[in-house]
């Protein structure tokens, strides 16, 4: 079965900027979201179709895909992007979701 | 702004069956635009396509789960719902309903609240 592989943790300084990998098996051929989650929430969409943001996202928030590696990148951290990040494709017939990525700003 | 809720029993006996419902307002279990469907995280863990449902009646499930996973819309009532059988106590967590599009196949633009199962005796 199709596997999205991301590292578990990242640190990152206020005001850094810090990228997400997301990798999988020639993954540019496919649409990649983003989604953060932040304790006792739900996810919400950060990123879809790999690099398009939803109406009040921020704008430090971006996406790419290429070859086998989705990248969500937050550029100038701020304390409030601290939550786990999940990467997400479609791979018909089943949903995959990475193994998500817990963002801690130090 | 489309609105899912779930709902049903927070505590399901081991081999029986996990029963959920999920209202959609703001919008309705018609539109071709979504599919509806469920996604699951187990406590500390990570979240898990469970499945759903295209408002035409066709399925798709976690390869994982198909053997004891039925996913169903009631259109008049704008509602759909998950039922998951044979639970044992991996298929604890907190339960989310979703819209997933039905264009890309990709994006889940709404997600419920979540609600939290728990398999116990």
């Excluded at chain 1, 919400?44 to 790999?50: A, K, N, Q, S, T």
């Excluded at chain 1, 690099?51 to 951290?77: C, Q, Y």
């Excluded at chain 2, 919008?27 to 295209?54: A, C, H, M």
């Excluded at chain 2, 044992?88 to 939290?116: E, K, M, N, V």
């Amino acid at each position: 079965s199709y596997e999205l592989t991301q590292p578990p943790s990242v640190s990152v300084s206020p005001g850094q900027t810090t990228s997400i990998p997301c990798s999988g098996d020639k993954l540019e051929d496919r649409f990649v979201c983003w989604y953060q989650q932040k304790p006792g929430q739900s996810p919400i969409l950060l990123i879809y179709e790999d690099n398009k943001r939803p109406s009040g996202i921020p704008e430090r928030f971006s996406g790419s895909n290429s070859g086998n590696t989705a990248t969500l990148t937050i550029t100038g951290t701020q304390s409030m992007d601290e939550a786990d990040y999940y990467c997400q494709a479609w791979v018909s017939p089943a949903v995959v979701f990475g193994g998500g990525t817990k963002v801690t700003v130090l | 702004q489309l609105q899912l809720r779930e709902s049903g029993p927070g505590l399901v006996r081991p081999s029986e069956t996990l029963s959920l419902t999920c209202t959609v307002s703001g919008g309705s279990t018609f539109n071709s635009n979504y599919y509806w469907g469920w996604v699951r995280q187990p406590p500390g863990k990570g979240l898990e396509w469970i499945g759903d449902i295209f408002h035409t009646g066709p399925t798709h499930y976690n390869p994982s789960l198909q053997s004891r996973v039925t996913i169903s819309v009631d259109m008049s009532k704008n509602q759909f719902s998950l039922k998951l059988y044979s639970v044992t106590a991996t298929d604890t967590g907190i339960y989310y309903c979703a819209g997933r599009d039905s264009i890309s196949s990709t994006t889940f633009y709404s997600w419920g609240q979540g609600t939290l199962v728990t398999v116990s005796s």
